[in-house]
């Protein structure tokens, strides 16, 4: 059955895509705002083909003419389809996402903003980069973590890209969300520490080792919560503001974890 249901899943993601492709490319070619609607239904769609529940706790910033730069948890690839079947938003990436096979395609149609992580000296052109599509109206996912955990705990932040919201012209317009994303549900039950590594993807294990299990076993239950929405007054100094953003999502990651009342929580 593992194996029927992998095979099931392949094929519709492929006709779903191969569907929507076209219509989103052009709505891309002529730049269109309503290409975030179909990023966002080609989201939803493969949750649903995957049989991932995701469950929202608190509201997201709504889209307005200033992007909010929503920051987030880093568990999984998992997380983007997760995170993209909710908000109508693009993603910022390593820059080796691009190379991927399949993943970079995928994330290329979705605007991703990809970023050197590991060269210091290109951080305020990549600030820069990230706060114009802010101010342009896109809203923007950061994992500051800069790379993915067993999905138990949440690693220190990286305050570096925050700069784009901290620092430069205009950013006391730039609204910051925290998000907490935690995988606490496999096949309609509860999911123990000892389960939350067929949804993590952490460093040491590659995509093609990963993958074939969230394929398989993947019936993941999910709870996404959202912070406050910091103002422009507590923003203006990048490192507090990574140390809050942290304690935030950190304890939002325990709360959803804890499994309290998981009944209500399927959705």
Known sequence: MS????????LAVLVVTLVLL????FLMLIRSPRQKQTALFWHRLVTRVMGIRVKTIGL???PGKVGTLFVSNHVSWVDILVLGSVLPVNFIAKSEVRSWPLFGWLARLQNTV??????????????NLIRERLLSGDSLVLFPE???????????FNSSLLGAITSGVETDQIPVQSVSIAFNGLGGLPMGRAWRPLAAWPGTITLSE????VLFEGLFDVEVRFGQVITDAQMRHRKPLTAA???EVRQMLADGLRGEDFATKKG
Request: hydrophobic share 35%; glycine share 6%; proline share 11%.
């Open 3 to 10: 194996i029927l249901r992998a095979i099931f899943i392949v």
């Open 245 to 247: 953003l942290h304690i």
């Open 146 to 156: 800069g790379t993915t955990t067993d999905g138990n705990y949440v690693y220190p």
């Open 22 to 25: 076209p219509l989103h490319a």
């Open 210 to 213: 990963h993958l074939p299990g």
């Open 114 to 127: 990809f970023v050197e992580r590991s060269r210091r000296l290109q951080v305020r052109d990549q600030s």
């Open 60 to 62: 997201p910033n709504p």
